[in-house]
Antibody, heavy 118, light 106 residues
Framework: EVQLVESEGGLIQPGGSLRLSCAAS????????MSWVRQAPGKGLEWVSV???????FYADSVKGRFAISRDNSKNTLYLQMNSLRVEDTAVYHC????????????WGQGTMVTVSS | SYELTQPLSVSVALGQTARITCGGN??????VHWYQQKPGQAPVLVIY???NRPSGIPERFSGSNSGNTATLTISRAQAGDEADFYC?????????FGTGTKVTVL
């Protein structure tokens, strides 16, 4: 079965760090472009970052310089390293797989809640 | 940065047709994708590249895109179609989501 499962999020103080992971099954992470998308409580979807199959990465302006996307091919897992966390980073974080040549997302993880608060 | 505007809410009578719009500058030149999200669940891709339905998505869902507006059409609306819907495009190496529309089936 094709699926994505995110690691548990948590409660982090402002300025802190957290690394999310997203384990894939049924397909190969490194052969697809993979993204993180977040949703603040009661708000809409916000794209965060993408890593292409060739390794190129892009970030939303809101997280550039603070977040880093990466993958471990041997573990078939996607990561999001989040540093200098802010209250406004509080959200459910989903990992998602890209549809080849379409720049859409066809497989989504259930999401993990990250709360940034003192 | 590119922006996508959707109506906050759309209501449709059971069995009738709902149309959800997504406005953007010259959006007709881009590929538009649509997602359905029910409360507490992950989004589901229902239309990609303007008009294509992924496997398992009913034919009642269709899409169009021209000029400055893309449209998702839900025909013969069912109670189970109640959800938030988001449009999305790719622009200058970033992914942009619309503001989201809550669809209510009356």
């Amino acid at each position: 079965e094709v699926q994505l499962v995110e690691s548990e999020g948590g409660l982090i103080q402002p300025g802190g760090s957290l690394r999310l992971s997203c384990a894939a099954s049924g397909f190969t992470v490194s052969s697809n472009y993979m993204s993180w998308v977040r949703q603040a409580p009661g708000k809409g979807l916000e794209w965060v970052s993408v890593i292409h199959s060739g390794g190129t990465t892009f970030y939303a302006d809101s997280v550039k310089g603070r977040f880093a996307i990466s993958r471990d091919n041997s573990k078939n897992t996607l990561y999001l390293q989040m540093n200098s966390l802010r209250v406004e980073d509080t959200a459910v974080y989903h990992c998602a797989r890209g549809v080849p040549a379409a720049y859409a997302f066809d497989i989504w993880g259930q999401g993990t809640m990250v709360t940034v608060s003192s | 940065s590119y922006e996508l505007t959707q109506p906050l809410s759309v209501s449709v009578a059971l069995g009738q047709t709902a149309r959800i719009t997504c406005g953007g500058n010259n959006i007709g030149s881009k590929n538009v994708h649509w997602y359905q999200q029910k409360p507490g669940q992950a989004p589901v891709l229902v239309i990609y590249s303007n008009t294509n339905r992924p496997s398992g998505i009913p034919e009642r869902f269709s899409g169009s895109n021209s000029g400055n507006t893309a449209t998702l059409t839900i025909s013969r609306a069912q109670a189970g179609d109640e959800a938030d819907f988001y449009c999305q495009v790719w622009d200058s190496s970033v992914y942009v989501f619309g503001t989201g529309t809550k669809v209510t089936v009356l």
